[in-house]
């Protein structure tokens, strides 16, 4: 079993940043996959971003260029940067992580969400 705690959110402006960050309890180099996905009031859980072992990323539309994926897995730590941020990213953001390839949302561990709030 392993655990994911993200830490990070806030309120911020638009236009503002912030960094968030996802700690897994276990190593996690035989973690190939970990994501990013966030469910805003009302709406379905949607990929925000993924990065795996090799360090091959993807990304949403609506975030590419503005948000950026990362793992250190000396640290057992996947972390998303969040820049120029708009009204439309408020959501709760979920931290997401599986030993295998993982296709959509189908991810075998979840953190519990912290919440992005971006002020007009």
């Known amino acids: 079993q392993v655990q994911l705690v993200e830490s990070g959110g806030g309120l911020v402006q638009a236009g503002g940043s912030l960094r968030l960050s996802c700690a897994a309890s276990?190593?996690?180099?035989?973690?190939?996959?970990m994501g990013w996905y966030r469910q805003a009031p009302g709406k379905r859980r949607e990929l925000v971003a993924t990065?795996?072992?090799?360090?091959?990323?993807n990304y949403a539309d609506s975030v590419k260029g503005r948000f950026t994926v990362s793992r250190d897995d000396a640290k057992n730590t996947v972390a998303l940067q969040l820049n120029d941020l708009k009204p439309e990213d408020t959501a709760v953001y979920y931290c997401?992580?599986?030993?295998?390839?993982?296709?959509?949302?189908?991810?075998?561990?979840w953190g519990q969400g912290t919440q992005v709030t971006v002020s007009s």
């Open positions: 276990k190593s996690q180099f035989r973690l190939n996959t």
């Open positions: 990065i795996i072992s090799g360090g091959n990323t």
């Open positions: 997401a992580a599986d030993y295998g390839a993982v296709l959509g949302p189908n991810y075998a561990y």
